[in-house]
């Protein structure tokens, strides 16, 4: 009973990392990104943040696809509250749109 219990816990952490990465996708894709730049955002991002961080990312995004241009969004994203995420975002951006892997 009790591997059950862990088993379904893990499966629950597993779950909200895919949603936050798909949500997360998702938004930059409704800002203008492309979707292989969004994915290749999303990954990088993936390899750089929690799991926590990620899904705080996402739901910061929510107000993106308000934004008028990919610029203004791109504006918001590098004033959210989380430090390592904006230096992640920063370094996402950088290595998705050079090649350039850290």
């Not at 999303?42 to 308000?66: I, K, N, P």
């Not at 590098?78 to 998705?96: K, M, Q, T, Y």
Request: charge should be negative.
């Amino acid at each position: 009973m009790r591997f059950a219990a862990l088993a379904f816990a893990a499966f629950l952490l597993a779950s909200c990392a895919t949603a936050a990465r798909v949500t997360l996708a998702d938004r930059f894709e409704a800002i203008g990104l492309s979707p292989k730049m969004a994915a290749c955002m999303v990954d990088d991002l993936d390899d750089r943040l929690s799991d926590e961080d990620m899904r705080d990312l996402a739901r910061y995004t929510v107000g993106l696809s308000r934004a008028d241009t990919p610029g203004k969004a791109i504006d918001q994203l590098l004033e959210f509250d989380n430090p390592r995420a904006v230096a992640a975002i920063g370094r996402a951006g950088f290595s998705c749109v050079t090649g350039f892997v850290r």
